[in-house]
Each structure stands twice: as structure tokens, then as C-alpha cells.
């Protein structure tokens, strides 16, 4: 009887230890890398420029130096080596994968057929990219503009469009005002929509500064 019984709590213990372990899948990031590198890097790539940019949301040559930059600030984005010997994914893939879930608001676990890298990762990328960009970028292009700032940007406007006050308009959105007071329905709500809306605006300046 006791043996039964230290038979069973054997076998229990060993199925328990095995469903608990995280199951490998080998995604192999060199070949994607290689894929990668083929697609847009290389000197006779498959996709130019045009694709490049219209992808990216950006010409290439800000991509390989904001790459840089980002790699040089984070330890994340440098590519690593496991216990075995085996690399990471380089800052090319990871910087890739961050730029597709902010251009198409993918979610992360989205890209792991075609990137080859897990959801994990992807969610990382995204974080560590978010976070060193403000770090790195934040004094220089994401600061508030000045007084003296706004004084040029609505000169500069004024006597180009013709608006004054204008401080610039980089692209404008209709989102869905889901919990619009009904009182309201009708101030904001737009024959082409059909429904109340309001206008999210990114602004910015005509040298793309501020």
C-alpha cells in the first residue's frame, strides 16, 4: 500500500513538473535577420525606398541612425548571446517590430510568424524603445516650445497661409466620441460619419522641430 501510494505521488510530481515547463520553440532570429537584411538593407535590396518609406513611416537613413542611437543608449536593443553560444535578435529586428505595433497598432503576439520573435520580446522592444527615445530625444525635440517659439511658428504661418495664430497641423483624426451626451449628438457629430466625433490633432512646426 505504501509503495502504491509513493508510486502515485511520483507520478504526479513528474506530470506536474512537466506541465509547468515552458515549452521551447525554435524561431532561429539568424535567418530571419538574413531575411531581414535582404528585404531592405542590403546594396540591390528587394523592396527600395519607395517601400521603405512607405512601411517605416520613414526614409531609411533616419531609421539606421535612430537604430543607433537607441542601441547605443539601451542595453536591450544590443544584441546578446544566450548560455549556448546562440545570438539574439539584432537592433535591426527588435527596432522593426516596434516601429510595425506603432504605424499599425498590431498587438505584439501578432508578429511572431513573420518576425520570428515572440511576444515577449516584441512587448519589450516596444517599452525599452518608448522609453529610451524619451530619454535620448526628450531635451532636444520633445520639449515644449518657448514663448519666443510660438512667436516665429505664428509669423512663419501667418505669412505663408495666411492664418494667424496657426501653429502648425501635422494630420488630423475623427475618433469616436463613444460616450457622447446625447445634448451634444448634434454639435458634433458629421454627415460622413454619422456619429459624434472629435478631432485628435498632432501639431507640429514646418521644420518638424517642435
Known amino acids: 500500500m ?12 513528474a506530470a506536474s513538473s512537466q506541465w509547468r515547463t515552458r ?6 532570429c539568424e535567418e530571419a535577420n538574413q531575411r531581414l537584411v535582404q528585404d531592405y ?11 521603405f518609406r512607405r512601411r517605416f513611416i520613414m526614409f531609411k537613413v533616419l531609421y539606421e541612425y535612430i537604430v543607433e542611437n537607441v542601441t547605443r543608449e539601451c542595453i536591450f536593443f544590443q544584441q546578446r548571446y544566450d548560455a549556448r553560444g546562440t ?3 539584432t537592433p535591426l529586428q527588435k527596432y522593426k517590430a516596434t516601429l510595425r505595433q506603432l504605424a499599425y497598432g498590431i498587438p505584439p503576439d501578432a508578429l511572431d510568424e513573420s518576425f520570428r520573435m515572440s511576444a515577449r520580446i516584441t512587448r519589450n522592444s516596444l517599452h525599452f ?51 457622447c451626451h446625447t445634448s451634444y449628438h448634434g454639435q458634433f457629430t458629421r454627415g460622413d460619419h454619422g456619429h459624434p466625433t472629435v478631432i485628435l490633432e498632432a501639431v507640429a512646426s514646418q521644420d518638424l522641430w517642435i
Open 129 to 179: 524603445f518608448c522609453q529610451t527615445v524619451i530619454q535620448f530625444y526628450g531635451p532636444k525635440y520633445l520639449r515644449k516650445p518657448t514663448r519666443n517659439d510660438i512667436m516665429q511658428l505664428q509669423a512663419h504661418h501667418t505669412s505663408v497661409h495666411g492664418f494667424p495664430g496657426m501653429l502648425g497641423s501635422l494630420d488630423c483624426l475623427n475618433w469616436a466620441w463613444e460616450n
Open 41 to 51: 538593407f542590403q546594396e540591390n535590396a528587394t523592396y527600395q525606398c519607395y517601400y
Open 23 to 28: 515549452r521551447y520553440i525554435f524561431r532561429n
Open 87 to 89: 545570438p539574439d535578435f
Open 2 to 13: 505504501a509503495e502504491q501510494t509513493y508510486d502515485v505521488l511520483c507520478n504526479n510530481a
